[in-house]
């Protein structure tokens, strides 16, 4: 016959036999480098943002052809003895930038433009190795999150499709017999374009590595939708401004109609259709594309107000103010653009106009993620 329990001891036996709760199961497994990998695209950010600013620097100064060549690998050497310059500028010389417009160049003045070529090509080399370097060693030691092997991935597929684009872009103008004296401005734009989208997904990535993933499933219950909406939108639509100033740029159409708020005192530039056949001057007619994206721009500031007032209407403090700095960037934006329109696109002036563009699609970016995942406050704001 079974031995009866005391009473007790049957309570504390029951206690004893129920399993314990446990916490962070979303986070617990092997060890991850959450920290060190968002450090790593900070990096990769700020050599992205410096690879924009040597190539608005490179197309201001009329260098992107100097370098006739791709050569990736053999490339990274620069001429080493006065025979390599002299070969490099004899290749110079064949092309139609030099025929038509820079016949008056000496070696000296070659090399000037040859440095700012090679320099933003060394970088995106740099940028290759630092990615490469990086997700290797993460990838070694096991330390990358659940999930976050694509995405990482992913950068690194899309900073090689930017080098051939750029090669690509500058056998554009790499030309002899054509009359051309610049890299096709679609393809300028399109250069441009993936380099603002390569910063994007950094940018995004670097925001969901700066907290945990529990934190982020349970912050996004609480996601504001039209907030969120909308900061897309104006993410899509200063995607577009961005393509249009890229147009600008490869045209050197911003040294054009230095007036504002009227061109050459009308509202609709003079003709602006007069290149055939029709579409180029969409493209290639500096009139035309300057007006474009004057008109996108007001259309754009017009949006974002839209947008900061719904913003403002958040729930959480930290979403209203990064909406707050979304409109002060953009507003800070239009102004500087109607000064680069007065004063023709000088070099530093143009030089600020574009930093400016990639600090607003940044904070674009943040409000946008704070409004999918909020960070809660409480009244007294902790």
């Known amino acids: 016959m079974a031995e009866k329990r005391k009473l007790f001891e049957e309570v504390g036996s029951a206690e004893a036999a129920k399993p314990v709760a446990t916490t962070g199961v979303i986070d617990k497994g092997r060890s991850t480098a959450r920290g060190a990998i968002r450090v790593w695209l900070m990096m990769l950010f700020a050599l992205v943002f410096v690879m924009i600013a040597v190539g608005g620097m490179t197309r201001l100064t009329d260098s992107g052809l100097s370098i006739t060549e791709w050569r990736p690998l053999t490339g990274a050497i620069p001429p080493l003895s006065e025979a390599d310059w002299a070969s490099e500028f ?5 092309i139609d930038e030099f025929k038509l417009q820079n016949s008056w160049m000496q070696l000296s003045d070659f090399k000037v433009i040859y440095w700012w070529e090679w320099g933003h090509r060394q970088l995106g080399r740099v940028i290759g190795l630092v990615w490469a370097l990086g997700f290797l ?3 070694v030691r096991r330390q990358i999150p659940v999930g976050w ?4 991935l992913f950068i690194g597929g899309l900073g090689g499709v930017q080098g051939a684009i750029g090669w690509w872009m500058v056998a554009s103008g790499v030309t002899s017999g054509e009359g051309t004296l610049d890299v096709a401005s679609y393809r300028l734009a399109t250069h441009l374009g993936l380099a603002f ?6 940018t995004w990535y670097t925001l969901l590595l700066g907290r945990p993933e529990r934190d982020l499933l349970q912050a996004r219950r609480t996601k504001e939708a039209k907030p969120f909406s909308l900061a897309t939108g104006l993410m899509h639509f200063t995607f577009l401004q961005i393509l249009l100033g890229a147009l600008v740029a490869g045209i050197d159409a911003g040294r054009y109609f230095p007036t504002w708020p009227l061109m050459q005192g009308q509202v609709f530039p003079p003709d602006a259709f007069s290149i055939e056949p029709l579409w180029r001057n969409f493209f290639e007619n500096a009139g035309l594309v300057q007006f474009m994206h004057r008109v996108s721009g007001y259309l754009l500031f017009i949006f974002g107000v ?3 007032l719904r913003g403002r209407k958040s729930a959480h403090a930290t979403t209203r103010f990064a909406f707050n700095a979304v409109m002060a960037a ?3 934006q239009i102004v500087v653009g109607i ?6 696109a000088p ?3 143009a030089l600020v106009h574009q930093a400016l563009a990639v600090i607003l699609w940044v904070l674009i970016l943040r409000a946008r993620y704070l409004s999918a995942y909020p960070i809660a406050t409480s009244l007294r704001g902790t």
């Not at 092997?149 to 990482?152: A, E, I, K, Q, W």
């Not at 989208?197 to 950094?202: C, T, Y």
């Not at 000064?339 to 023709?344: E, F, I, K, Q, R």
């Open 330 to 332: 953009l507003t800070l």
């Open 149 to 152: 092997t694509p995405r990482l």
């Open 137 to 139: 060693y993460f990838l």
């Open 306 to 308: 839209i947008v900061w």
């Open 90 to 94: 004899a290749k110079y010389q064949q």
């Open 347 to 349: 070099v530093h002036i």
């Open 197 to 202: 989208v390569i910063l994007g997904f950094i």
């Open 339 to 344: 000064v680069t329109v007065l004063y023709a």
